[in-house]
C-alpha cells in the first residue's frame, strides 16, 4: 500500500501550525502585562508611600497620588500591598489588569502580635498576663521619660513622677516585691536586648510597648524579672518608596499649684496680734514672693522628630534624630537631650537569612539644682521681709540663724551638671533551617558614660558650707560640710559597659491538630560598671573658673582639705551565664499549655548560691472554639487561662556584696597618742545569699463581645516574695563586723485587674472608644525573721524637723503594708489650745509623749485602686482624646506642712496662710502625728489633645500633615493640701513629702506631624 505524502505534508503543517498556535497562547499566558489600581483604606482615604511589590521578585514600587499603583506581572502572580500601621494584604492576579484593593488598620483584637521573651505570640494563644500600648496610644507632652508615658495605660502598672525634668518616674508593678531601696523597677528590653537604658529611645521611635506583668510571662529572664519585664518593639523599615517624616512641638509650663504663704503684711499682722515682732536683721521692709524668685513664671520646652525609611524587599533601613529641650520650671534647672538611631536589615539566600543591625545613641545635658530640697524647703520658709539682694547688689543673708539660707542665693551660687552619652549597638542574624527550625543570635554592646561637675563658688564656702541637707526618702537630713575657701569644685567621669551575647532555636512544627513552638537557648552577659575616676579642689583665684579646670585651684594652701577621690563608688565586674528553654502547645487552638525554665548564674552571690533555677507553667482554654459557642453572635472571644512561676531579683548588688572586707575604723593609740590608721572588718562574709524569689499565681479571662464592639480582661494574682534580702545587726563575738546581709523575710501582693475597652460609635465620619482600667493590689510583709535572725519590725523614715529629734514616720512590720504610718496620734487642742496626743494608754498628753512606746498604725501609702479612663473621638478629619487619671485610697505623710506649722516661731521663719487663726502658744502644733497624715486619692486630667488631619495627597508631595495642640496636667481633683498629690510611691518609704515637691507643672503644647513623599 502506498503513502499518501501529499495528505501526510498538510497533516504534518497543520500540527505545526496547532503546535506553534498553542505555544503562542502559552507565550501570552505567561507575558507580564501592566497591573494598577489604587489601593485605599476601609474608610474610603487613599493610601499614599505604601509599598507594593511582586511576591518572590525583586519588583517593588510604591502607591502616589490618589493610591494609584503601577507595577508588571503575569497571571497568577501574588501583589503585596504593605504600609506601617495597616495590615499587609495580598491579591493574586487574574485575568483583570486594574484592581480597587482596600487595606484595614492593625486592630488591638485578641488576634495581635505580641512580644514575649525571645520569640513572639499572638494573644490568642497567650497563657499570661501580658499587656500592650501601641505608640499611638502613649502619653502625650513634654515627656523626658518612658515612665511617664505609661502613666494610667496599664492595670497593675503604679507610676508616679516628679516634675523634675532630671527625675526618671518610679514604676512599680503590681505591688513592691523587696526591701531593697532602688531594686524595685521592671527589666527593660528593647528590641530584644535585656537590661539596655530606656534613656536612648525617643518617644516617636517607640512602635510598641508589651508589659510582661506575671511570673509565667517574665520568667523567660529568669534573676531579673521578679519585678516584671517591659518589652519595647521601635518602628522598622518598610519596603516602598522613602517615607520622610517629621513631628515636632513647642510647648510653654508654668507650675499647676502652689504654697499659699503669707507675704509681709500678713505676716507682720499675725505676728502684732499675738503680741510678737520681727528682729530689725529679718525685717527689711521687703515684700519678697519667694516661690516666685525661685520658680520661672513660665518654663519652655520644644521637641522635634526627623524620621527616614524605606527599602526594597530584601533590604529596609531606618534612621531618626531627635532633640529635646526642656526648661525646669526651677530656675537653672533643665535637660537638653540628642538621640541619633539607625537601623538595616538584609535578606538573603532566598529570605533564608535576616540580618539585622540597629545603633542608637544618644547624648544628655542635665542642669541640676545643688542641694535641691533644701532650696525648695527655704523657698517656703524664708521671711517675705527679707530682700533678695542688699542696696549694693550683693545677696542678703542673715547668718546668725542657723539652717536660714537664701535660697536665691543658693540657687545662683551653686552649680551641678551631669553629661551622658549613652550608645547600643545589636546585631541579629535569623536564619530558618529545615524541618521548622529557626536560629537566632543576637549580640549587643552597651557603653554609659557620665561625666559630672559641680561647683560651690566662694559665697557658698563662705556662708553655706554647713547646709543641712534634705534628701528623698528613707535617706535622713544630714549636714554637709564644704570643707575649703573661695569655691569648692568636683568632677568625675565614669562608664558602664555591657556585653551580651543571646543564641536561641526555635521549632515550630504543625501536626494536623496539634501546633506545638518550643525554644532553648543560651545568655552571656559581661558587665564592667564604675570605670573612672573623681578628684577635687579649692581655693579658686575667681568664681568663674567654675568646675572647668581644677589645676587652677590651690588646696594646698588649705590646712584641712583633702582631695575626695570618691571611694564610695567602686569598679565592679558582673557576669552572668543563663540556658532557657520554654514550651508552647496548643491544640486546635482551642487548649494551650506553656512552660519555661531559667537557669541563671551570677558571681554577685555566695559561692555556694550562685546558680539559680526559674521556671513556669501556664494553661489556656479559648472557649470561642468550642460548639456550643458557633451558632451565636455575641461572644466574638473568651479565654480562660491560668499560670504560675517563679522570677529572682539580683537589682542593687555588686560582686563584693558577699565578701569579706577590710578597711578603715579609726585610728590606734600607742602611748596615749594617735599614730596609725586602724583597720578591721567592714563588711562580714555570707557564701549562702541568694537572690529573691517571687512566685506569682494568675488566673485571668479574656473576652469580646458584640463582633468585638466590647471586649476586655480580669486578672486576680498572688504574688510571693521570699528569701528577702535585709542587712541584720549580729553579735561581733560571731562575726567580725556588726552587720550582715542575709535572706531573711517573706513578702505578699495579691491583686485584682480589670480592663474594658468599647466603641460605642462608630460612623464614617463619626467614631468614638473609650477605654477604663482598673487595678487594686493589697501589699503585706509576711515576716522578718527566720530561725537565726528574729527582728519584730523596723522604724525608718526621720525626718529630724526642729524640735522633733528621734521622731520616725514608717514602720517595716508583719502584717503592715510597706509605707505604714506609725507616729502619734493627734487629739485636738486642749483649754489653752495646745496641742494633744493619745499615749499608749488612750490618755490625752501634752508632753511626755515618748517615740515608738506611744505611736499609733495610722494608715499607710499604698492605694487602694489605680484607675485609667482613655476617650478618643473622631469626627471627620478631626481627633480628640482626653485621658483621666485616679489614684485611690492612700496615705501621705505631709512633713513639708507640718515643718511650716510653727506659729510660735513666725518671727524666725515664714509660715503658711492657715496657721494664721493658731496660737502662738501652741509649742506643739508641729509635731509628727496624724494630723499631718492626709488623704492622698485624686482625679487627674492628664492630658487633652485635639488634631486636625488634613486629607491625604491635598498638598503635592505630603503624604501627611496633622496639627495638634495638647494640655497636660490641666486640673486636680484632691484634698491633699501639699503641692501635688502624686508623691513617689516607689522605693521603701512611699508617700512621704518632705521637701522634695519638685514642683508640678500644667504644660500647653502646640505640634506639627508631617510625612513627605
Do not use: C
Amino acid at each position: 500500500m502506498g503513502i499518501n505524502f501529499t495528505h501526510f505534508k498538510y497533516s504534518f503543517v497543520l500540527l505545526v501550525l496547532l503546535l506553534i498556535g498553542q505555544s503562542f497562547n502559552n507565550v501570552y499566558a505567561q507575558t507580564e502585562r501592566k497591573i494598577s489600581g489604587n489601593l485605599l483604606d476601609n474608610t474610603n482615604q487613599p493610601i499614599i508611600g505604601a509599598s507594593v511589590s511582586v511576591k518572590g521578585t525583586n519588583k517593588v514600587t510604591s502607591t502616589g497620588g490618589a493610591g494609584a499603583f503601577s507595577i508588571s506581572a503575569k497571571t497568577g502572580d501574588k501583589i503585596v500591598f504593605s504600609f506601617l500601621g495597616y495590615q499587609t494584604k495580598e491579591i493574586t492576579v487574574a485575568a483583570a489588569s486594574t484592581y480597587q484593593v482596600i487595606i484595614t488598620e492593625a486592630s488591638s483584637s485578641l488576634t495581635d502580635v505580641v512580644v514575649v521573651g525571645y520569640g513572639k505570640s499572638t494573644r490568642k494563644a497567650l497563657t499570661s498576663s501580658i499587656s500592650t500600648v501601641k505608640g499611638d496610644d502613649l502619653n502625650k507632652g513634654a515627656i523626658s521619660d518612658v515612665g511617664q508615658m505609661l502613666q494610667g495605660k496599664v492595670p497593675g502598672l503604679n507610676i508616679s513622677r516628679s516634675g523634675d525634668p532630671n527625675r526618671n518616674a518610679a514604676i512599680i508593678m503590681r505591688g513592691a516585691s523587696t526591701l531593697r531601696e532602688g531594686a524595685q523597677s521592671p527589666l527593660f528590653v528593647i528590641d530584644g536586648v535585656v537590661g539596655a537604658d530606656i534613656s536612648i529611645l525617643a518617644p516617636d521611635d517607640i512602635a510598641s510597648i508589651d508589659v510582661l506583668k506575671d511570673a509565667a510571662a517574665a520568667a523567660i529572664y529568669g534573676n531579673r524579672a521578679a519585678n516584671g519585664v517591659i518589652m519595647v518593639t521601635t518602628k522598622k523599615g518598610v519596603s516602598g518608596q522613602t517615607q520622610l517624616s517629621y513631628s515636632g512641638y513647642f510647648g510653654i509650663e508654668n507650675v499647676s499649684n502652689r504654697y499659699e504663704m503669707m507675704n509681709a503684711d500678713q505676716l507682720r499682722a499675725f505676728l502684732a496680734k499675738n503680741n510678737s515682732a520681727l528682729t530689725p536683721a529679718n525685717d527689711k521692709g521687703a515684700n519678697t514672693d519667694w516661690q516666685n524668685e525661685v520658680q520661672r513664671n513660665d518654663a519652655m520646652s520644644h521637641n522635634h522628630n526627623l524620621s527616614l525609611s524605606g527599602g526594597s524587599e530584601k533590604t529596609t533601613y531606618n534612621a531618626s534624630i531627635n532633640y529635646f529641650n526642656q526648661k525646669g520650671i526651677i530656675k537653672t534647672s533643665g535637660l537638653s537631650r540628642f538621640i541619633g538611631r539607625i537601623g538595616l536589615e538584609q535578606k538573603a539566600f532566598n529570605d533564608k537569612l535576616r540580618i539585622g543591625f540597629n545603633l542608637s545613641n544618644s547624648v544628655s545635658d542635665a542642669d541640676l539644682v545643688p542641694y535641691r530640697n533644701t532650696i525648695l524647703s527655704q523657698m517656703l520658709t524664708y521671711l517675705p521681709t527679707a530682700p533678695v539682694k542688699n542696696p549694693d547688689g550683693s545677696y542678703f543673708d542673715n547668718l546668725v540663724q542657723t539652717s536660714y539660707y537664701n535660697p536665691v542665693s543658693m540657687l545662683e551660687n551653686g552649680k551641678e551638671n551631669l553629661k551622658n552619652k549613652n550608645i547600643l549597638g545589636n546585631l541579629t542574624a535569623n536564619l530558618k533551617l529545615p524541618f521548622g527550625f529557626t536560629y537566632d543570635v543576637s549580640v549587643s554592646y552597651q557603653n554609659s558614660q557620665n561625666v559630672y561637675g559641680a561647683f560651690y563658688n566662694s559665697i557658698y564656702t563662705s556662708r553655706y558650707n554647713n547646709v543641712r541637707n534634705t534628701p528623698d526618702p528613707p535617706a535622713n537630713p544630714t549636714f554637709v560640710s564644704l570643707v575649703g575657701q573661695n569655691g569648692v569644685a568636683v568632677r568625675n567621669a565614669y562608664q558602664n559597659t555591657n556585653k551580651i551575647l543571646e543564641t536561641y532555636l526555635t521549632w515550630n512544627k504543625k501536626i494536623g491538630d496539634h501546633d506545638i513552638n518550643a525554644v532553648i537557648g543560651y545568655s552571656y552577659q559581661q558587665s564592667l560598671n564604675n570605670d573612672g575616676l573623681q578628684a577635687t579642689s579649692t581655693n579658686f583665684p575667681v568664681n568663674e573658673v567654675s568646675y572647668n579646670n581644677l589645676s587652677l585651684g590651690n588646696p594646698y594652701a588649705v590646712s584641712d582639705f583633702r582631695v575626695n577621690f570618691n571611694p564610695d563608688v567602686v569598679y565592679q565586674e558582673i557576669l552572668m551565664i543563663s540556658d532557657f528553654a520554654r514550651v508552647n502547645y496548643n491544640y486546635k487552638n482551642k487548649f494551650l499549655i506553656q512552660g519555661s525554665i531559667r537557669r541563671d548564674g551570677s558571681n554577685v552571690f555566695g559561692k555556694n548560691e550562685q546558680w539559680g533555677y526559674f521556671p513556669s507553667i501556664g494553661a489556656g482554654w479559648n472557649i470561642d472554639q468550642e460548639n456550643f459557642l458557633k451558632n451565636q453572635n455575641v461572644i466574638r472571644t473568651l479565654k480562660l487561662r491560668g499560670s504560675y512561676g517563679i522570677a529572682g531579683n539580683s537589682l542593687g548588688f555588686a560582686p563584693l556584696t558577699t565578701k569579706l572586707i577590710y578597711g578603715a575604723v579609726g585610728q590606734f593609740y600607742y602611748n596615749g597618742s594617735p599614730r596609725e590608721g586602724a583597720y578591721g572588718a567592714i563588711q562580714n562574709e555570707n557564701p549562702d545569699l541568694r537572690w529573691e524569689k517571687t512566685a506569682t499565681t494568675n488566673l485571668g479571662v479574656d473576652f469580646s463581645l458584640f463582633g468585638g464592639r466590647l471586649g476586655g480582661s480580669v486578672d486576680w494574682y498572688n504574688k510571693k516574695t521570699t528569701d528577702l534580702i535585709l542587712a541584720f545587726d549580729v553579735d561581733q563575738n560571731l562575726y567580725p563586723s556588726g552587720q550582715l546581709t542575709a535572706n531573711v523575710g517573706k513578702l505578699s501582693n495579691k491583686g485584682i485587674e480589670f480592663v474594658l475597652n468599647g466603641t460605642p460609635i462608630a460612623t464614617d465620619n463619626f467614631s468614638w472608644t473609650t477605654g477604663i482600667n482598673l487595678a487594686h493590689n493589697v501589699n503585706k510583709v509576711l515576716t522578718l525573721s527566720d530561725s537565726q535572725f528574729n527582728i519584730d519590725n523596723r522604724l525608718t523614715v526621720q525626718p529630724d524637723g526642729a524640735g522633733q529629734s528621734g521622731a520616725t514616720l514608717q514602720i517595716l512590720a508583719p502584717g503592715q503594708a510597706i509605707g505604714t504610718f506609725y507616729t502619734f496620734k493627734y487629739a485636738g487642742k486642749d483649754a489653752n489650745g495646745v496641742s494633744q496626743y493619745y499615749d499608749a494608754a488612750g490618755n490625752l498628753k501634752t508632753q511626755g509623749l515618748l517615740n515608738k512606746t506611744d505611736y499609733y498604725i495610722l494608715g499607710n501609702a499604698q492605694p487602694k485602686a489605680l484607675i485609667g479612663w482613655t476617650n478618643n473621638v473622631r469626627y471627620k478629619n478631626f481627633d480628640l482624646s482626653v485621658f483621666f487619671r485616679a489614684v485611690l485610697g492612700n496615705k501621705i505623710m505631709n512633713v513639708t506642712r507640718a515643718d511650716l506649722f510653727r506659729p510660735n516661731t513666725a518671727q524666725f521663719t515664714n509660715i503658711p496662710v492657715e496657721v494664721e487663726n493658731e496660737s502662738a502658744a501652741d509649742f506643739n502644733s508641729y509635731k509628727y502625728s496624724s494630723r499631718f497624715i492626709e488623704n492622698g486619692s485624686y482625679l487627674r486630667l492628664d492630658n487633652a489633645t485635639l488634631g486636625y488631619t488634613f486629607k491625604k495627597g491635598i498638598i503635592p508631595g505630603i503624604n501627611n500633615l496633622r496639627l495638634y495642640t495638647t494640655a497636660n496636667n490641666l486640673f486636680v481633683i484632691t484634698g491633699y493640701k501639699g503641692i501635688d498629690p502624686e508623691i513617689n510611691q516607689g522605693g521603701t518609704a512611699p508617700g512621704v513629702d518632705t521637701n522634695n515637691f519638685y514642683p508640678k507643672t500644667r504644660t500647653f503644647l502646640f505640634g506639627l506631624n508631617v510625612s513627605f513623599n
